[in-house]
């Protein structure tokens, strides 16, 4: 069984920090890209950032200089630090395994909260 667990999520003041984490578990072959997204109420939901198996990333614009993606893969664990956080980080914030096309998973979400 596949399992994607976050942890890390939070309520945080505004240029606060926060480490998200996101173990996987369960799959079977290797996994390619690592990311998280975002989705704020009555938003789509949107990347935040992602890295390949060879550690090539991919921020958001919004997010650049201010977050930090990296993973472990021996661990099949991807990790993002917040620093700087603002009130429009608010959002649920889902991480995403890709082995394939048609292999994809998703994590169930953890809540990210920031007060201004």
């Known amino acids: 069984q596949v399992q994607l667990v976050e942890s890390g999520g939070g309520l945080v003041q505004a240029g606060g920090s926060l480490r998200l984490s996101c173990a996987a578990s369960?799959?079977?072959?290797?996994?390619?890209?690592m990311g998280w997204y975002r989705q704020a109420p009555g938003n789509r939901r949107e990347l935040v950032a992602s890295?390949?198996?060879?550690?090539?990333?991919n921020y958001a614009d919004s997010v650049k200089g201010r977050f930090t993606i990296s993973r472990d893969n021996a661990k099949n664990t991807v990790f993002l630090q917040m620093n700087g956080l603002k009130p429009e980080d608010t959002a649920v914030y889902y991480c995403?395994?890709?082995?394939?096309?048609?292999?994809?998973?998703w994590g169930q979400g953890t809540q990210v909260t920031v007060s201004s």
């Open positions: 995403k395994a890709v082995v394939s096309r048609e292999y994809t998973y």
């Open positions: 369960g799959i079977r072959f290797s996994i390619n890209t």
């Open positions: 890295i390949t198996s060879g550690g090539s990333t």
